[in-house]
């Protein structure tokens, strides 16, 4: 019996209807193998994944295959991005057996759950004989099987953990950026070969260090990913990589937290130096995440799948991206569709003589590509839309809050905020228990509740039962810090406030580093911890990150040494492994500079104020936090809820003002835009 059609995944409900005997992970699976006196098969993949399609197609869709699963094995289907916990013990077991990991990953295991044979893709015919192998090893081999599943997971728990070091120096962060320009590709941007991932946490670092060799590798990556295929030139929005080391030919899926992040980096690119094409793709991202992302509910879908239903009914990937020189003709006309060949380099550069869009130089006629681009999109919307997985992930809706936040800002689009406000609404609402307001700093409230607790996923307004990982924690509370310096609505910065003390209380490793799981959650065969950066910022330094900048709002000595011990993974990593330590190294970078602390205080609705919290947006400094206030100019003090930076400070001569300061430390308040840009450039 198929289990898996009462879950909320949209992946486990993709194979609710395979002849496969599918359980959902948990105890019962276990019970059942240990029942049976056979291993169990745990295959992890997620919605958007093109090759765990494949393999669904080639075997889990095969009565012949599932056949020989449901006899010989007790068959789990895990969603990576609802356990990531899940995911990561057995992508590290995975990568330790043999060399390499990747999903679908297939991963047979002891009842207990110890893992003894792993793998990625299998094809259907060497997956069938895969299978008669394991089982026949643990019928007629078990005590070797059992010692080699013991022997994995001894050695897992028996790594050492990344060794921490002292705070990041300006000479390490100087290494950083010498380690990233030894693998930079200057003729096409980027760094190593193919294939090329969007580099998202390492080009925000190099913004912030912001020298001119630092400058000059973030924008040619940003210039060529862009210009390239990897970049949708007709709907906006980034493809999760290119397969080629020209940004040409994508891995067509689209997920939400590399949109998140990159629609962030383009806009601080913008802010750095006023980049057209960065202005044009930020907001262009921004769209396409507001157009075809958007839930019912206010939150984010996590991604768009790279397959689609081509003309003929065949099922392909990238099907819906792809044109031929004569299907721009049949849109467009003779003389607009070869303008459209040419300006977009439709030359047969994927499969069966399609192309993937490119825009390598800029068209010579906006109004006439302004047209031909209308005409396409509108023409690709008849095509069978890619599936979405419209579950909403609280990590990367936070990324997606903070990106939007600071992008309505920066480009005074309103609607963006608006969206980023929903967006947070829902997390709080719906993913966040017991979210009062913390008592004291052991996390008890007057009612005797723990910390707030934080749930992964939702979907169709319903949360999932998976509890947060500390990359949840640690994004939510960024972005509700980021929409808090966005609005001055103080809601977001207490609840920043609440999911933070549960990070300080739940996740510490005891060594100044933090744990991918809370300490009271599902105990797995290993504790995941990575500090390093994959697709996503580490927990770990997205906790540094957000702790650092509650700290620089607060004052607190406690959360501002959390961060400095979080960050010391920082120092062993940059001088070989900066590519892995992107976000961590943007982090230091902010936490070197102080972060630059803002407190704008006047009425909401006085231009003035407003004239000084956009200077205030409109600054470089890394990781510069800003609180914004009402002044009360007669008692020197602010009616906001205590904000402990807008704390003593008022307007000046009735004028709204702007107090500029570092580590709590304030220069005297500034009145004017100008000075305040001077205050901040010192």
């Not at 999760?240 to 891995?251: E, K, L, N, T």
Request: hydrophobic residues 40%.
């Amino acid at each position: 019996m198929n289990r898996l059609g009462g879950e909320t995944s949209p992946y486990l409900l993709q194979h609710a209807d395979n002849p496969v005997d599918w359980w959902p992970w948990g105890e019962e699976a276990m019970r059942e193998a240990s029942n049976r006196d056979v291993p169990l098969l745990i295959s992890v993949g997620y919605s958007a994944c093109h090759w765990c399609h494949v393999m669904a197609h080639e075997s889990f869709e095969d009565t012949a295959t599932a056949r020989l699963m449901n006899e010989l094995f007790v068959n789990v289907k895990v969603d990576r991005e609802e356990r990531p916990d899940v995911d990561a013990v057995y992508m590290a077991a995975t990568q330790a057996m043999t060399g390499h990991g990747g999903w679908p990953m297939t991963v047979f295991a002891t009842p207990g759950g110890h893992p003894f044979y792993t793998g990625t893709y299998f094809p259907r015919a060497q997956f069938q004989r895969l299978l008669h192998g394991v089982s026949e090893a643990w019928r007629n081999d078990r005590e070797a099987v059992v010692a080699q599943g013991s022997a994995v997971v001894q050695a897992l728990n028996e790594r050492a953990a990344l060794p921490s070091g002292p705070l990041p120096t300006t000479e390490t962060l100087q290494q950083a950026v010498r380690n990233l320009a030894g693998s930079f590709d200057p003729q096409r941007g980027g760094f190593g070969g193919a294939p090329k991932f969007p580099p998202s946490m390492v080009l925000e670092f190099l913004l912030r260090h912001g020298t001119s060799d630092a400058l000059a590798m973030a924008g040619a990556t940003l210039e060529a990913m862009a210009r390239g295929g990897m970049y949708d030139q007709l709907g906006g929005g980034f493809a999760r990589y290119s397969v080629d080391a020209d940004w040409v030919v994508p891995h067509f899926e689209k997920m939400l937290y590399d949109n998140a992040l990159l629609l962030r980096v383009y806009a601080h690119w913008w802010r750095s130096t006023g980049s057209v094409p960065a202005r044009r793709v930020a907001l262009e991202t921004a769209d396409w995440l507001l157009r075809e992302m958007t839930t019912p509910e206010g939150g984010f879908a996590s991604a768009l799948d790279a397959d689609s239903e081509g003309p003929d009914g065949s099922h392909g990937e990238g099907l819906f991206y792809v044109w031929t020189p004569e299907q721009l003709h049949d849109v467009l006309g003779a003389d607009d569709g070869a303008w459209a060949a040419s300006l977009f380099e439709v030359t047969g550069t994927f499969e069966h003589g399609t192309s993937v869009l490119q825009l390598l130089a800029d068209p010579d006629d906006q109004a006439r590509f302004d047209r031909v681009r209308t005409a396409l999109r509108a023409a690709r919307e008849k095509r069978p839309r890619p599936g979405r997985d419209d579950k909403v992930v609280a990590a990367w809706n936070g990324l997606v809050i903070a990106a939007l936040a600071e992008a309505g800002a920066l480009f005074e689009r309103p609607d963006l905020v608006d969206a980023a406000r929903t967006a947070a609404a829902l997390l709080a609402d719906l993913h966040m228990e017991g979210h009062d307001h913390m008592e004291g700093h052991d996390g008890r409230r007057e009612d005797g509740r723990g910390p707030a607790r934080l749930l992964r996923t939702s979907r169709d307004g319903r949360a999932g039962a998976n509890p947060g990982v500390l990359e949840d924690y640690a994004n939510v509370a960024e972005g509700f810090i980021a929409l808090y310096g966005v609005t001055g609505e103080t809601r977001w910065f207490h609840l920043a406030g609440d999911l933070l003390e549960t990070v300080l209380i739940r996740f510490p490793d005891g060594s100044g580093g933090f744990f991918d799981s809370a300490d009271d959650g599902e105990r797995l065969f290993q504790r995941p911890q990575d500090p390093t950066d994959n697709a996503t910022p580490s927990g770990q330094f997205a906790a540094a990150g957000a702790l650092l900048s509650y700290a620089a709002l607060t004052g607190s000595a406690r959360h501002r040494e959390a961060a400095e011990a979080a960050l010391g993974a920082v120092s062993v990593l940059a001088g070989k492994y900066a590519r892995f330590a992107g976000w961590g190294l943007a982090v230091a970078e902010a936490a070197l500079g102080g972060p630059a602390e803002v407190a704008v205080i006047g009425p909401a609705d006085d231009p003035r104020t407003r004239t000084l919290h956009r200077a205030a947006l409109m600054s470089n400094a890394p990781g510069l936090v800003i609180a914004l206030g009402p002044g009360t100019p007669e008692a020197g003090v602010i009616g906001a809820e205590d904000v402990p930076l807008l704390e003593g400070r008022g307007m000046v001569g009735g004028e709204p003002a702007a107090y500029v300061c570092r580590r709590f430390t304030c220069r005297a308040p500034v009145t004017t835009p100008a000075e305040l840009r001077a205050e901040l450039a010192r």
